[in-house]
């Protein structure tokens, strides 16, 4: 079966803790993203990685942090210094080799920081 | 930096209906993208469209790729209750840019 996982699909942690997010794809994609939803709200990018053992920040970068050293893999770490890191949380990736490339998103991880 | 409007923020329908809904840039785009979000999942691709003046279908759904490259339209014909959730439009000027998202619209439909 292939796609984009990510788990646990509820994740519930005590404030003050660092929690991290799991995102696996078998796409053999290229590109992966972390995005941050709140209730009612858009898509906010918070770091993406285009090649193995390299990433951006996106536009609310701080208080995360992520690794990829594998290209299958781009976990996300939600640390304590996350003034308010209760969301839902999407990870999405693309192959990049071409103009019909198109973004793929996983089914998500809800976050509440109790 | 870049952003995308989308118009309207929200629509409450009666089933059966047609639904129009926009996606207006500041910016040229190569690549427009159509997502639906159900509740409590991820988006989902609904329409990709790559060339301007470009119209396709998925369906019920229609979607065009402004001829001005900066803006496109989406099109649901006679809506069901499972057309409920968030419509989100997305461009991409190049393969190596990332993919801006609009704030999405969403809908609702009565039955």
Redesign the interface.
């Known amino acids: 079966d292939g796609g984009?996982t990510?788990s646990p699909k509820y994740l519930f942690r005590k404030e003050g803790q660092n929690v991290t997010l799991s995102c696996e794809q078998n796409l053999n994609h290229d590109a992966m993203?972390w995005y941050r939803q709140d209730p009612?709200?858009?898509?906010r990018?918070i770091y993406?990685s285009?090649i193995v053992n390299d990433f951006q920040k996106g536009?609310i970068a701080e208080g995360y942090s992520v690794s990829r050293e594998k290209k299958e893999s781009f976990p996300l770490t939600v640390t304590s210094a996350q003034k308010n890191p209760t969301a839902?949380y999407?990870c999405?990736s693309?192959r990049?080799?071409?103009?019909?490339?198109?973004?793929?998103?996983?089914?998500?991880t809800?976050l509440t920081v109790l | 930096?870049q952003q995308l409007n989308q118009s309207p923020q929200s629509m409450f329908i009666q089933e059966g209906e047609d639904v129009s809904m926009n996606c207006t840039s500041s910016s040229i785009f190569?690549?427009w993208?159509w997502?639906k979000q159900d509740p409590?999942?991820?988006?989902?691709?609904l329409i990709?469209l790559?060339k301007a003046g470009e119209l396709t279908s998925n369906g019920r759904l229609t979607a065009q790729f402004g001829t001005t490259r900066k803006d496109s339209f989406l099109n649901i014909s006679a809506s069901i209750p499972s057309d409920v959730g968030i419509y989100?439009c997305?461009g991409q000027r190049?393969?190596?840019d990332?993919?801006i998202?609009?704030?999405?619209t969403?809908l609702s439909v009565i039955p």
């Open positions: 984009i990510q993203y009612g709200q858009g898509l990018l993406y285009q536009d839902f999407l999405a693309r990049m080799q071409g103009a019909s490339d198109t973004q793929y998103f996983g089914p998500g809800r | 930096g190569n690549t993208l997502y409590g999942e991820g988006p989902v691709l990709a790559y989100f997305a190049t393969s190596y990332k993919v998202f609009g704030p999405g969403s």
